[in-house]
């Protein structure tokens, strides 16, 4: 499975949108992107995912470049319940769900 | 609908003592995974079965750990003898079934164990 890069650290106003960058500039055709958050002290909870297009749904969307080595999880209006570590993850999308965790960007969302 | 049920929420034990940790998975779902939860290591897969099976074991840290699911609704990780090492939180994920190639994973709450 590719390997992805985050920033260690992002802040971010309330309100304001929130752009969590992720590089992974080695992935592969079959592929997919997959974004999880961790709220302190809670299990990872499932955000989006996407292999080319982008996409949306009811609590983000990820922006993937055209070459797909890079894409971007943003949440268009941030709340202080939105401060989390947001693990980036690529993976071939296979029957075994096999996930590997890097060590995400903590976002913090201040008032 | 429950979420993934993990028990106990809290553990505290002596070096030594055997460990057992439950899981119970959504109902439906037919793949239960393992994770382990470190400052210094960070989110780790344990193990992970599909339809009751063990896939993938790699990431067991020993011998001392070991991994069951005798059912569908159920899986339990038992580290014996436990050591200071093997304090973490432990979380459990369950997913399921799908025809589609993208199957997301439902957390637990996590055990934290804390090994004396």
């Known amino acids: 499975d590719a390997k992805t890069t985050q920033p260690t650290s992002m802040d971010c106003a309330e309100g304001r949108a929130a752009n969590l960058p992720c590089n992974h500039s080695?992935?592969?055709?079959?592929?997919?992107v997959y974004w999880y958050r961790q709220i302190h002290s809670q299990g990872p909870q499932y955000i989006i995912h996407g292999l080319k297009n982008n996409e949306t749904n009811e609590m983000a969307s990820l922006i993937i470049t055209e070459d797909r080595k890079s894409s971007t999880l943003i949440l268009p209006h941030a709340t202080l319940r939105d401060t989390a570590v947001y693990y980036c993850?690529?993976?071939?999308?296979?029957?075994?769900?096999?996930?590997?965790f890097g060590q995400g960007t903590t976002l913090q969302v201040k008032p | 609908d429950a979420g993934v049920i993990q028990s106990p929420r809290h553990e505290v034990t002596e070096m030594g003592q055997e460990v057992t940790l439950r899981c119970k998975p959504i109902?439906?779902?037919?793949?239960l995974f393992w994770y382990r939860q470190t400052m210094m290591r960070g989110l780790e897969l344990l193990i992970y079965?599909?339809?009751?099976?063990?896939?993938?074991d790699s990431g067991m840290p020993e011998d001392r750990f070991s991994a069951k699911m005798p059912n569908a609704s159920f899986s339990t990780l038992k580290i014996q003898p436990s050591e200071p090492r093997d304090s973490a939180v432990y979380f459990c994920?369950?997913?399921?079934?799908?025809?589609?190639?993208?199957?997301?994973?439902?957390f637990g709450p996590g055990t934290r164990l804390t090994v004396l």
């Open positions: 080695t992935i592969s055709g079959n592929e997919y």
């Open positions: 109902s439906g779902h037919n793949s």
């Open positions: 079965f599909n339809n009751n099976v063990p896939i993938d």
């Open positions: 994920a369950s997913s399921p079934r799908t025809s589609g190639r993208v199957r997301e994973q439902f």
């Open positions: 993850i690529v993976r071939v999308g296979s029957n075994t769900g096999k996930l590997i």
